[in-house]
């Protein structure tokens, strides 16, 4: 069982940044590919970014390429997402997951945080 829990959300102006973690508990975070999703208000959950359990590999979905980034500390069972350049529309819940199989449907990951809400002022 891995447990979950986000941090970083919060209000910023459009244009700004914030820094997303989220820390497993877990003696085996290393074997897990992470992700993070979101889901705005009234709509599904969708995919956001990925990282390979080295963290070599990051995947990222299309209205967030070249403004966010993901990493991760696998010595402090630790992922981020680093979001730069910010709009309205990046408003919604984010939730990080871990799954230990390469994919970018909600489906594909079996466990998830509880979510940290970002606001974005226009």
């Known amino acids: 069982q891995v447990q979950l829990v986000e941090s970083g959300g919060g209000l910023v102006q459009a244009g700004g940044s914030l820094r997303l973690s989220c820390t497993a508990s877990?003696?085996?975070?290393?074997?897990?590919?992470m992700g993070w999703f979101r889901q705005a208000p009234g709509k599904e959950r969708e995919f956001v970014a990925s990282i390979s359990r080295g963290g070599f590999g990051q995947y990222y979905a299309d209205s967030v390429q070249g403004r966010f980034t993901i990493s991760r500390d696998n010595a402090k069972n630790t992922v981020y997402l680093q979001m730069d350049s910010l709009e309205p529309e990046d408003t919604a819940v984010y939730f990080c997951?871990?799954?230990?199989?390469?994919?970018?449907?909600?489906?594909?990951?079996?466990?998830w945080g509880k979510g940290t809400l970002v606001t974005v002022s226009s």
């Open positions: 877990t003696r085996t975070f290393s074997a897990y590919r």
């Open positions: 997951a871990a799954s230990d199989r390469v994919g970018v449907r909600v489906n594909d990951y079996d466990y």
